[in-house]
């Protein structure tokens, strides 16, 4: 009877370590376009399992925490530098566990870095290498594919469409390093320096906007976005000459593209 006894706990035990899910960073991806990897400065997603508590649902403001939820992210370089990213999510969307961060800026290297998030304290980690790169353009989208774009306070929309010589806004991020100094996790300031002064907010390269065949050099600076952290603004002005219509528009830096977004444009 005590052999039996002894299996069934021996059995009950077993049972209950296999429940318990294997901890693991399914991918991390650039949190606007889907795409795998990490750009310094810019918004990244992790998905994970087995690492977010059930029921967990947190999101917060500026500036952001490194530690949220009981769930830490740790960026490694090859070099052997390791930093805390600020976190501004921990939860579930449509049943996946999901981690937002920002990727430190001081992880320049153009190499592969490893993210390792960590779960209450270290009692779950796992670990996962992922491409680190210069850029990796990505605009944030909305229904039906359409751009985050504003034209001064103004959200673009069907019933909003952009204009010829309206100077718009694209929100994206992936855009990387910016010649400015910034603080990780904390919202970029406005330093009320003159237009022609704005060099040092630009990112490192020419920055050039698509939209359906036409493609534009970027006159006014990409620049990191003022209240903001991991969020870029890219503006251009819509040029004449285009039809009434839904057109694709994507930004480049760096021979890198952006996911295609949609743009509402009426001919004047």
């Known amino acids: 009877m005590r052999i039996f006894v002894a299996l069934a706990a021996l059995l009950a035990t077993s049972l209950v370590a296999s429940a318990q899910p294997v901890s693991q960073v399914l991918s991390v991806t650039n949190a606007a376009c889907w795409e795998p990897g990490i ?10 399992a087995g690492i977010v508590p059930p029921g967990t649902n947190i999101g917060i403001g500026l500036p952001y925490p490194t530690s949220l939820g009981g769930v830490t ?8 530098k390791a930093y805390l990213a600020p ?16 990727a430190p800026w001081e992880v320049t290297e153009s190499s592969d870095a490893t993210a390792t998030i960590t779960v209450a304290a270290g009692s779950k980690t796992a670990t996962v290498v992922v491409p680190l790169l210069e850029s990796q353009p990505g605009i944030y989208v909305g229904n039906q594919n359409f751009a985050a774009a504003f034209y001064g306070a103004q959200a673009l929309t069907s019933d909003n469409p952009a204009r010829a010589g309206q100077m ?25 320096i003159p237009y022609e002064y704005m060099g040092n907010f630009i990112t490192h390269g020419f920055v050039t906007v698509t939209i359906g065949e ?5 006159v006014q600076p990409a ?19 285009l039809a009434t219509g839904l057109y694709p528009i994507q930004i480049q830096l760096n021979g890198a593209g952006s996911n295609l977004a949609m743009l509402p444009i009426a001919a004047q």
Do not use: K
């Open 39 to 48: 750009v310094a400065g810019s918004l990244a997603t992790a998905f994970v």
């Open 73 to 80: 992210v740790t960026v490694a370089t090859p070099g052997g």
């Open 87 to 102: 976190i501004l999510y921990v939860g579930y969307n449509n049943g996946r566990e999901q981690i937002n961060f920002q």
């Open 168 to 192: 718009i806004y694209v929100m994206a991020t992936g855009l990387g390093p910016v010649y400015y100094p910034q603080v990780d996790g904390v919202a970029a300031p406005y330093y009320g």
């Open 214 to 218: 036409t493609t534009l050099l970027i």
């Open 223 to 241: 620049e990191t976005l003022t209240g903001t952290a991991g969020i870029y603004q890219v503006g251009f002005e819509i040029p004449a000459g």
